[in-house]
Structure formats: C-alpha cells, structure tokens
C-alpha cells in the first residue's frame, strides 16, 4: 500500500551546531561532600544535559585528576550548560573590588559585564546595590580605605584569570581619572569663587590639569544657612586623581577665605528694576562683579521680594550699592495692567483678547518706534495669572506717555467691541480662502479685524474686534453705539460661521498604511504630495503618524460633539477635507502604495554577509556617509547590524557584524563588492608609530598643515600629530588611545604607510640638518634696510641662503641706553647661516659707512648738473662709484626744488662715494663759473638745418666739441648773457646763435656750423610748368632724400593744379568719317587736353644745401622742364580690353616700338574693364601714336576673323 500523500515542507535552515571543550583542573574542582544531595559528577551532568538539549561527554585523568567536558549542541545551549557545570562543580573564586567601581564593572544596562562572561566563560556575581550606600559618593571619596565589596567568579582557571584581568583593568582605569562633586558650598558663593569672567577658576583649572565646572548661580531669598545643595547644582571637578584632590583644596581654600571675610548688605530696589540688574545674560552682574568684587543675590522673578542682597569685603560695599543703585536708575519702567481697565465678568479673557489685538495689528511696536522705548509682552504662562505691559526707558517722560497712550487704546476696546466665532479649526483654512481674499472681503465689508488662531495651536476660537469702516458714521448716543456694533460683530461672525459650514461637507479618512511606505506617499521635500493634494492651499490636509488628541478634544468640545478616538499609530494617515476631494486623495494615495508595494517587491532580493567589526566604522562612514553614498548610487537598503555609526567603537577579537543588503540582484551584488573591496584594503591597514620630537611637528606639518596633507594624499594614508590641546586636558574622552607628546602615528596601507614613514624620517632628518640657529644684535635703525620695499631684500637673502630668518622688535641696548639693537635669528645648517649673517652684516656696514652732507651750490648751475631727465647726475654718480645700476644712483644727490630758490644741495651715501660725487660736483661747478659766450650769425633759413631731425645735428656738435648751443627763440635763450668775455657784436639778434663753453671749444663748433651752413642757389621754373615739375611733392621728396637738398619759394606764391582744356574738333589733325567709326575698332574719337595753361612768369626755386648736390638738383630739375616742354598734351583713346596684349607685343616689343617713333607715354591700363588708354607728348606726337594704335588693333582684328 503506497504511503499517504504529504503535504510539501519548505526546507527550514538547520542550527549550526557547535563543540565546546571545558577543561577542569583538580584544583578547581569541588569536594564530593560539596555537592550536595547529587553527590557524583554523573549525576551534574545528567542534569546539565536535560536542561539544557545538549550532549556531554565526560573523562577524568587518573594521573592529574582534571575533568574534560565535550559539549555539543547549539551555540547558545552550549553556554548555558559550561555555566552550569561550572555553578555545580568548579571553584568559586572571590576578588575585592571597591565598591564605587560596582557601576563600571556592571556598564550602561549590564552590557560590560555581560561581555566580560561572554569572552572568558566565566559566571561574575555582584552582590545586590545596598539602597542606603551611595556608589556616586564612594567613589569621589579621597580615603585610601574605601569600602570593599566581594565579587564572585565561576570557571576554569584559565576564564578566572583573564576575568580579573578585566575586571582590574576597569578598577585601575576608574582609579587613575576622578570626578569629584563639591555639595557643601552654599550657592551664593558661587559667583565670587568664579569670579568675573571665570578669572579665579581659570588660573586653577591651568594650574592643576583639571577641568572645574560651576553651576550657574541662581538667588534664593531665603537663608542659606544650612543648606546643601543637590548634586546636580554641585561644583564638579574632574581629572588625574592628584590634579582633583588639588583643584578641590584651592577651592575649598577660597570658600573659607570667603565665608570668613565678606558680608552682605541688604537693599530695597522695586522687583521691575531687578531684570535690568542682571543684564542681558548677566552683564551686569559680571561688570558689579569685575568692579568691586561683589555679588548680587536676587529672588527669583516669580517672587515677590523686593530685596537684593551685595555679599563681598566691607570695603567694597558702598562702591558696589552704587553701581546697583546707577544701574537701578538708569532705568525707567512703567506697568499697565489690563485686566483692571474693563469690568467685566471674565476680565482675564478679555485683557488676553486686547493684547491678542494689539499684538496683531502692529500698535504696539509702533509706540515702541514712536516714543523710543521697549513694551515687555508677557509670556504665555505669565498670561494665567494677568496681562501686565511693562514699559521700559531711559526718559522717565517718554515712559509715561508710551504707557499712557496704550492705555487710552486699552480703554477704548471696551467688551463690546469683541465677539468670538467657534468654528472647527480644520475649517479655518476654508475661511480664510485662497492668499486670505475670504477673510478679507469679511473685513471690508462689516470693518472688523479678524485674528485666526494658527493651526498649530488648532483652537476654534476665532476673534472679531470692531474697528468701523472708513468714512462710516457711527452713532454718538452710547446705546445706540453699543447696538450698532453689536450688530455689525453679529453680521461678520454670522457670516464666518456660515462659511464654515458651507465647507462642512468634510469628511475624515483614516488609512492605515505602513511607516515606510509613507516617504514614498511624501516624495522628495513634499513634492509627490503637493501633487495629490495640490498644494498649500489646496482644502485638504493629510497628517501622518498618531493625532494630537489634545487639540482634537477641544475641536470636539466646541462643536458640542463626542470625540471618537482614534487608535494611536505610526502607521495611520488622516485626509481631512470636502468629501469628493478626500475621496480624490485617498484613491491617489492607494495607488501610490500599491506601486511602492511593486517597487519593494522588484527590489526584495537580499544578500546576507559578516565581516570583522572592527571595520563597521569606516564601511558606514562619518555621519553614515559612506553607506548613503552606496544606497543612492545603487538604490539598494544596506543593513548592518550593531554596527558602529561612522564613530570609533570599541570591538572584541573576532567579534563579527552581519550586513543584509536589499534591492535588485545586479545592484546587491555590486554593493556587496565595493563593501568587500573596502574591507580587504581596511584588512591590508597597518599603524605604524614614529617618534618625532615635539619641537620639529610645526615644520613637518607645515602652514595650515600643507606638507602633511601632501603626504597624506600622495600615499593614501592618514597622519596623526599630537593635539596641542591634550596637556591642557582638553582631549576627548571618546579618545581610546592617548597619544603621547613626542608621537606620530600613521594609518594606511602597508605599502603607503613604509613610503610615507620613509619620506617623513628623511624630512625630519632634513629639519635636524636646518635646526642650528645664530641670534646676534644690530642696531634697530638698520631693519628697514635689510628688509626692503615690501620685504624684498630680506626674501632674497632668504632664497639665496636656503636659511629662515627671524627680525625681533627694537629694544634698548645693554651697553648704550640711548640706542635701540633688534635681535636677529637665523635658522639652517651652519654653513648657510654664516653666509646669511655675512649678507646681514656687510648692510650694516655699508649703512654705518654712509654719510650725509650739504653743499652750497648757485641755483642756475642746478639746471646744468641734472641735465635733460636727471641724465647728467646720474652719469656723474655712474661714473665715480663705477656701477651702473639705478639702485646704487638713487637717492646720492638731491637737489631743492625747482622754485625754491635755495642752493643746499644734500649729498647721501657711502663716505667714499659721497667726497668723490662732492669733488665731481665742485668741478663741474668751477668749470661752468669760467665758461665763454660766442655768437655766431646764422641765417634764420638755415637754422632748421643746423638742428637737424629730433635735434640730431644740435646734439651731435653739443657733444662732440663739449659747449651748450642756443638758438634764437629758445627758453633758456635770453637768459644767458651775451658775449660778457668776447668783443662780438650782433649784426643780427634773430640770426644771432650763442654759443657757450670754453673759449677754445666755442671756436671749433664755430667753424663746425658755419661748414654746415648749406649753399643757396635759386632755380626759375616757368609758373605753367610748376605743377607739374613739383608733381605733388614727389619732386621735393627726392630732393631731399637722394641730393639732401631742400628748397622753398621765397616770398613767391606757386600756383594750383590748372584744369585741362579739351581740343576742339577742328583743332585735332586727325578726321574720322562715320564709315571709319563703324569699322574701326577703335571706339569714337579720342580726346586731347592741353596739359598748361596760358600763365606767364616764373617761380623762384631755392635750393639750399651742399654746393655739389644743388648742382646736381639743379640738372635734374632742369631735365624735368625739358621734359614737361616736350609733354605739353595729354590723349584718351578707347581701345576694347581684349587689343591691349596686342597693343602691348610680346615682351612689349610694339609698344616700346611706338613710343620710340612718336616720342609719347604710353600707359595701357591693367584693371579689368578699363579700355581707356592714355597718352602723354606734343600733340603731333598723340597723333602718330594714334593712327599706329589703330593699326594695330586692325591687323589683330582681320586675324580673328580670319
């Protein structure tokens, strides 16, 4: 018979069972009588094995009599069965601990301990907490005999001990840091053990390393006799155990000083003024307190008591009272109680809804701006007890008509004037309309102030405050008044509430729909659902998560209806709004889950790993960093398991967490790979500490840490320098390791980590090379000097010596009080540092070498000296010092300014320098006293020559024969005398040169100018042939450049370019008949023009220069009259573009042939579509070329057709 079909099983994963092996030496096991009414081991075991679903096995050494266990089962049981075979039949070990250590060895829920069982295999019991002990207090108690407590460990020998290691590494660790809580100083003495601005406990917390933290002082009115405060307010100290111990005796020892020595002084000041003593944040508190050394004490604000207490020295009192009572006075306030203005049966109600008012529409803060004070508003729990305006200033007048104003407004807003509309406050919104038109139509029409309360605060309360519409009479008789406005509130909140239930037709949906589909119904900053409701006006809301019961009782309390309550969840999403909208929403939201219900689907596969934990750290990243940047990239949701959140954690070896990943397979996997690429590169990290001596950090980090992040970004590895901050004890205490002073660690790669330790060392040995240093003084004055224009000097030295050079402040010198030294240190290897101090040393000598004197030179020799430019000084420094750079000339001579009429001229620099510049100066000074003054005539015609282009020429004779040369009409012309030595007269002052020097100097450039002065021969061109000889300047161009030889006109005036005159007709030789027109080629009849006209006369030409060259301008000139007397007509003739290379012959054999039988210019165009060809000659000769022309084109023509 077959076997019943049976339903299929999915396969279930099978516990991972595990063997344990407890050894248990004789030593550690229990006596038989010991154990009991179970006398054996067999029969522990039997037990263990029921308990705990595991299999035992036991064997005994005969020789060393220990037990070993072999325990299998799942991972869990097994443990459970080794504690209690351990419970049943091991040793109990007992260790004393103190007992303020029971806290830490237990940890933050039992989790240390629970770890401490776990690695060793070892049962640790603390005996139960003693309610009347105070662990907190033990623990900060200094007395070497503290309270001990027995703890029990269970296990084999080998758990034991590593147990009680642990457990003394944790008392040993307690024991090295302290907190200690002083409770017993009263807290008015808080403030003066502080001091202004922490001055007394700062030099104590630097004195001793430990950090003193005092609570903020708060004044009680009554007595502090007596009185201990808890330890929340205590004053903590913590550190080392010695830096406690002397940071809590030095304030002890100020707290006695204080409780014997200073008293107090009692003062009535009104309970309004006590804020503006505190000051903002206790300014004024920490100024009395800096001042004088004395303390305010001040009850509370909520308080009645007007008495303020100044405790300190006797002395400082009466200063101290003052101050209080300036700053007392320097204030004017002034208080309005509203809720006494009005009588009426709910005066509380009443005060809120003016203030409500008057908050809203701004009339507050314009008094404030108007009259320059401050309104206090009270705060919403002050406003339970009453509605007080406190008016604050410094003008005791402008306090008072602040406060007066408000209330006369206050009196003015009588009951009436105010109505309430309760309408459900998930319908404000409906009311109030799109950008609030529905609220503001209510407003104009009835002239009212509406105040909505805000959604937060969800109250149904809405306030109408009369206020009548502008131009509106409003009836003077207070009856009819008070009716009027009530009907007019009436009307608008008749109207609000109608509106309201326009909109009642709401509904409320509740869907219940998992939280973490509700980001994707949020979408990205709202945006998925701003589309389904459609934005923030839209009428409906959607709230997420469990409803403020709170707001939703009042909601239903003022509707007169019962509140059905809804089950609080994280899951549920409440639409409110008009029913079809809500309907729209709902549907919408549904089927955005259903897609994020496919989303999650599509994206359900999961990958499952472990890795060490020690690595969970950098796989999530700082701030989870790492992991985000994986899940937006990949889109996946990456899961790890007791994984430390980018911050340092302390692991067990071997301690494992589990990461789950989940969303599609291909992005699962990669994420999976990039996590498992980064552990085996964590796995590849090594740490490597280098000992680095403190003083060569600076250089190896370099500025704003420059060299270390080069290193660190080359090698891929991270470098850690010792804080500056730990000795001050300022470390983090999430520090696990404490890096000590002289101490480099270096984290990466092993390869990145060898290399960056490598190039380090070779840096450090580089900064022990360039340590030595040289400090030597010099005179302070000198420092400009070395460092130059904006330091460029000192740099050079700097770069030139590979050295870093240090320039301290003047101060005055041991051995000359009157001079001030400036200390110079110069850091680098020695060599280098001789080399730098060599540089420094030799300014200082040139600087002490240099002298500064005057000399008495006459001003019109000043011009002289400077010459064009300061060329001339700066040749005379040149050439006495022997160097030509601008650097070593400036600033040697300087001279008055121009005006000044002085003639101090000061001499500055090296001594050597300076006597030769002087004894140059005195020279050249001597040599212009004894100068001559010559004339020379020069015709005025020939002075441009003389000069020559740019004054070449003038320059030229200056320079050679060493005299200054001036020619009429120049600036400093007339102010050289004339001739004062020389018995010359002047024929003629416009031609008149003056010529200065010495006298034998002013006789050669005498004769130099009167060589170049250019021979004058005049050329006559007859006036009708002057155009065209000139030929637009071209003429006198070539003169110039190829004869050098210039010429003018004289007094004559050349005539212009003359219009040609056509021949006539009857004046041309040549005739044409129709017949010939048609068959030539050439096109109609050519045209001749005379090219002069009939002027008579001549025009002088001038030609001025060397005597050769006019002769041959004079031939060239007369070549080109001839030549203009041979040209006397110019000829157009027409001839078609395509007879010109015929015209022209080859190689222009033919048109050569006619220019040589006809004597005539021939210029044949080379432009396309000219025809025109010119001819210039007599005009027999145009003729003759003509008819040859015309041959020509005919024998070219008959060949075309042909």
Request: negative net charge.
């Amino acid at each position: 018979m077959a076997p019943p079909h049976r339903q299929q099983i999915p396969a279930v994963k099978k516990p991972i069972i595990v063997t344990e092996l407890l050894e248990l030496p004789a030593s550690q096991q229990l006596q038989k009588k010991e154990f009991g009414n179970k006398t054996t081991t067999v029969d522990v075991v039997k037990r263990v094995k029921e308990k705990t679903n595991t299999h035992i096995e036991v064997s005994t050494g005969q020789r060393t009599g220990n037990t070993t266990f072999i325990i299998k089962g799942k991972h869990e049981d097994v443990m459970r069965a080794k504690r209690d075979l351990l419970d049943n039949l091991a040793v109990k070990v007992i260790i004393q601990i103190p007992i303020s250590a029971r806290r830490h060895i237990l940890g933050s829920r039992g989790v240390t301990l629970q770890t401490i069982t776990l690695e060793t295999g070892t049962r640790i019991q603390l005996p139960p907490r003693q309610e009347n002990h105070n662990e907190e207090k033990s623990e900060l108690d200094y007395d070497e005999d503290e309270e001990m407590m027995d703890v029990k460990i269970e296990g084999d020998a080998k758990g034991i001990a590593l147990a009680k290691e642990k457990i003394k590494a944790i008392v040993e660790n307690r024991i090295t840091m302290r907190v200690h809580k002083i409770t017993h100083i009263e807290h008015q003495y808080y403030p003066l053990i502080v001091g202004a601005h922490n001055s007394r406990i700062i030099p104590i917390s630097n004195e001793t390393g430990a950090k003193i933290y005092v609570p903020p002082y708060f004044s009680f009115a009554e007595s502090a006799e007596g009185y201990e405060c808890s330890s929340k307010d205590a004053i903590v100290i913590s550190g080392e155990k010695e830096a406690v111990k002397k940071a809590s005796d030095k304030i002890e020892e100020i707290y006695e000083g204080l409780k014997s020595n200073t008293t107090t002084l009692e003062v009535t000041i009104s309970k309004r003024q006590h804020r503006y003593l505190i000051g903002p944040r206790g300014s004024n508190l920490q100024e009395i307190l800096e001042k004088t050394g004395c303390s305010l004490e001040l009850a509370p604000l909520s308080q009645p008591s007007e008495k303020v207490t100044i405790r300190g020295l006797q002395s400082q009192l009466v200063v101290a009272l003052q101050i209080v009572m300036e700053k007392a006075n320097s204030i004017q306030v002034q208080s309005l109680d509203i809720t006494n203005i009005h009588k009426t049966d709910q005066p509380m109600e009443h005060a809120r809804n003016i203030l409500k008012y008057l908050w809203n529409r701004n009339k507050l803060k314009k008094i404030e701006s108007d009259m320059g004070i401050q309104i206090i508003v009270p705060k919403a729990l002050a406003l339970e007890k009453s509605v007080v305006l406190e008016f604050v200033g410094k003008v005791l007048e402008e306090v008072e008509n602040a406060r007066k104003e408000v209330s006369e407004i206050v009196k003015g807003l009588s009951p009436n004037y105010f109505a309430i509309a309760t309408i459900e406050p998930h319908l404000h919104r409906h009311i109030i309309g799109r950008k609030g038109q529905n609220l503001q139509r209510v407003k104009d029409t009835y002239g009212v102030e509406i105040i909505v309360p805000d959604e937060k605060d969800e109250s149904p309360d809405i306030l109408i405050v009369f206020e009548g519409k502008e131009g509106e009479e409003i009836p003077s008789d207070r009856k009819k008044k008070e009716t009027h406005i009530k009907d007019v509130l009436e009307k608008a909140k008749t109207e609000l509430i109608k509106a309201g239930q326009d909109a009642s037709d709401f509904a409320t949906q509740t869907l219940t729909i998992p939280v973490r589909f509700h980001r994707y119904i949020i979408g990205p900053k709202g945006t998925t659902l701003n589309n389904i409701t459609g934005g923030n006006d839209a009428p409906v809301s959607v709230k997420f998560g469990s409803s403020r019961t709170g707001a939703a009782e009042r909601s239903a309390n003022a509707e007169g209806k019962k509140l059905v309550n809804v089950p609080i969840s994280d899951d549920i999403v409440v639409i409110k709004g008009p029913t079809d909208e809500v309907e729209r929403v709902v549907n919408e939201i549904k089927n955005v889950v259903d897609n994020a219900k496919h989303i999650e689907i599509m994206n359900s596969y999961t990958e499952e790993f472990n890795f060490p934990a020690q690595y969970s750290a950098h796989v999530i990243g700082k701030g989870g960093a790492h992991v985000n940047r994986l899940k937006e990239n990949l889109n996946v949701k990456i899961d790890i398991e007791g994984g430390a959140k980018g911050e340092e954690k302390k692991t067990n070896p071997g301690e494992n967490v589990k990461v789950t990943i989940m969303g599609k397979k291909e992005n699962v996997e990669k994420a999976k790979e990039k996590i498992l690429d980064l552990i085996d590169k964590l796995q590849d990290a090594t740490v490597v500490h280098l000992k680095v001596p403190a003083e060569y950090h600076k250089s190896l980090i370099g500025a704003k840490g420059r060299y270390v992040k080069r290193l660190e970004e080359k090698y891929g590895v991270h470098i850690r320098f010792p804080k500056t901050n730990q000795s001050n004890g300022e470390g983090g205490e999430e520090d696990t390791y404490a890096q000590k002073p002289d101490e480099v660690i270096i984290k990466g790669g092993k390869r990145g980590v060898n290399d960056a330790k490598t190039e380090l060392l070779e840096l450090l040995d580089y900064e022990r090379d360039h340590d030595h240093s040289l400090n030597f003084k010099i005179p302070a004055k000198y420092i400009p000097h070395i460092v130059g224009k904006n330091g460029s000097r000192i740099s050079e030295i700097k770069i030139d010596t590979f050295t870093r050079i240090d320039l301290g402040r003047p101060e005055t010198s041991e051995d000359d009080s009157e001079q001030q030294v400036a200390n110079v240190v110069i850091h680098g290897t020695q060599s280098d540092i001789c080399n730098a101090q060599e540089k420094i040393l030799n300014i200082v000598k040139e600087l002490e070498n240099q002298i500064t004197i005057t000399i008495h030179i006459d001003p019109q020799h000043h011009k002289y000296l400077i010459g064009p430019g300061g060329s001339r000084i700066r040749e005379i420094v040149a050439n006495v010092s022997g160097s030509e750079e601008k650097s070593n000339q400036a600033g040697v001579v300087k001279f008055p300014r121009p005006g000044d009429n002085s003639d101090e001229v000061i001499l500055k620099g090296d001594k050597d320098l300076v006597e030769k510049v002087k004894l140059e100066l005195e020279r050249l000074v001597e040599e212009q006293s004894n100068l001559k003054v010559g004339i020379v005539q020069v015709p005025r015609a020939q002075h441009p020559i003389i000069i020559g282009r740019g004054a070449s020429q003038l320059k030229e004779i200056q320079a050679r024969f060493n005299v200054v040369i001036q020619f009429p009409g120049s600036r400093s012309y007339h102010e050289t005398p004339t001739a004062e030595n020389l018995n010359e007269e002047i024929e003629n002052s416009e031609e008149a040169v003056k010529i200065i020097g010495k006298a034998e100097n002013i006789e050669v450039a005498k004769a130099e100018i009167l060589s170049r002065i250019r021979y004058v021969h005049t050329v006559d061109i007859p006036r009708k042939f002057h155009c065209a000889i000139f030929a637009n300047g071209a003429t006198f161009r070539k003169l110039r450049n190829e004869f050098h030889v210039i010429f003018d006109h004289g007094e004559e005036i050349p005539p212009n370019d003359s219009q040609l005159r056509k021949l006539d007709r009857d004046e041309v030789s040549i005739k044409r008949t129709d017949e010939d027109n048609e068959n030539s080629q050439v096109k109609g009849d050519y045209e001749i023009f005379e090219n002069y006209g009939d002027e008579v006369g001549d025009i002088p030409w001038n030609l001025k220069g060397d005597k050769s060259q006019v002769e041959k301008a004079e031939i060239y000139l007369k070549e080109l009259l001839e030549e203009a007397s041979n040209f006397t007509h110019t000829g157009y003739i027409t001839i078609p573009q395509q007879y010109h290379r015929h015209i022209i012959g080859r190689g222009g054999a033919t048109i050569t042939r006619i220019r040589t039988e006809s004597g005539c210019k021939i210029e044949v165009p080379k432009n396309k579509g000219d025809d025109i060809v010119v001819v210039t000659g007599s005009q027999k000769g145009i003729e003759e070329v003509y008819k040859l022309l015309s041959d020509v084109v005919e024998r070219a023509a008959e060949k075309n057709i042909y």
